[in-house]
């Protein structure tokens, strides 16, 4: 098993940024690839970035990409997403989500950070 907590979300003007953080506990975090997801009222969970069990590969959603950075220190069990130029539309719970590679799935959420950006 692995548990993990989001943190950092909050209310951001336009053009603002937040970074995000994950902190997992449980099964060794350092096997697992991560991800950050998020969801809008209304709207599907949208895939947004991934990041390998180093580090050393991401790849990001065409809607974030440019915009958000994904990372992680694998010493502190954490994952972040610095988000950077929010818009409006980046509205929605941001969740982060460990995945087990060898099925390629995402077996464990965490409980969703909130994000609202004001016009």
């Known amino acids: 098993q692995v548990q993990l907590v989001e943190s950092g979300g909050g209310l951001v003007q336009v053009g603002g940024s937040l970074r995000l953080s994950c902190a997992a506990s449980?099964?060794?975090?350092?096997?697992?690839?991560m991800g950050w997801f998020r969801q809008a009222p209304g709207k599907e969970r949208e895939f947004l970035a991934h990041?390998?069990?180093?580090?050393?590969?991401?790849y990001y959603a065409d809607s974030v990409k440019g915009r958000f950075t994904i990372s992680r220190d694998n010493a502190k069990n954490t994952i972040y997403l610095q988000m950077n130029s929010l818009k409006p539309e980046d509205t929605a719970v941001y969740y982060c989500a460990a995945e087990d590679v060898s099925v390629g799935e995402f077996d464990y959420w965490g409980q969703g950070t909130q994000v609202t950006v004001s016009s």
């Open positions: 990041i390998s069990w180093s580090g050393s590969s991401t």
């Open positions: 449980g099964r060794t975090f350092s096997s697992y690839a």
